[in-house]
């Protein structure tokens, strides 16, 4: 049995039944502690599931974990930098009407939430590498555009791997 305290409930409680169903276990909970009933492997899952309903992940996308190839990685800004305005920090990854993480989110082919001090990314392993990189770069206060353009060119370099290889 696997156990989770989240703090934002509603969104669990509300989507329990499909939870329950498209990951083969049995969640209750007590109060804000959730706890995961089922094959170990299957707990697991569902407690990485769980761990990026709570940080704003939207249902859908915190399915994607089922995939084997999809993982989830969080990263918190404190840890990357020294500075004290991490309001600005924030601002930079979100961007004007949260058009930097949409870009992101298209460039990586990964999921992205921010959550106070709190990155998730949902995707598979290369691709959250790339972005981990891209989310370092513009919190170490590098131009977006250059976070852009490296992106695009590893992207680009990818496709042409791909084809060559098949």
């Given amino acids: 049995m696997q156990e989770i305290y989240i703090e934002n409930i509603g969104k669990i409680l509300k989507n329990k039944k499909i939870l329950e169903r498209e990951l083969d276990v049995k969640i209750t909970n007590k109060g804000r502690d959730f706890f995961i009933n089922g094959e170990s492997e299957k707990e697991f899952i569902a407690l990485k599931v769980l761990e990026a309903l709570e940080l704003g992940f939207s249902?859908?996308?915190?399915?994607?974990?089922?995939?084997?190839?999809?993982?989830?990685?969080?990263?918190?800004?404190?840890?990357?930098?020294?500075?004290?305005?991490?309001?600005?920090?924030?601002?930079?990854?979100?961007?004007?009407?949260?058009?930097?993480?949409?870009t992101l989110t298209n460039l990586t082919d990964c999921n992205l939430c921010l959550k106070d001090n709190c990155l998730g990314i949902i995707g598979n392993y290369e691709n959250i590498q790339d972005a981990i990189i891209a989310l370092e770069s513009l919190i170490h206060g590098s131009k977006q555009g250059n976070v852009y353009s490296r992106l695009e060119k590893q992207k680009k370099s990818k496709r042409i791997n791909k084809r060559l290889n098949k």
């Fill in 59 to 102: 249902i859908n996308y915190a399915l994607k974990l089922k995939n084997e190839e999809n993982l989830f990685q969080t990263i918190n800004i404190k840890d990357i930098t020294k500075r004290r305005d991490l309001e600005t920090i924030k601002g930079r990854i979100i961007g004007t009407k949260g058009k930097t993480l949409k």
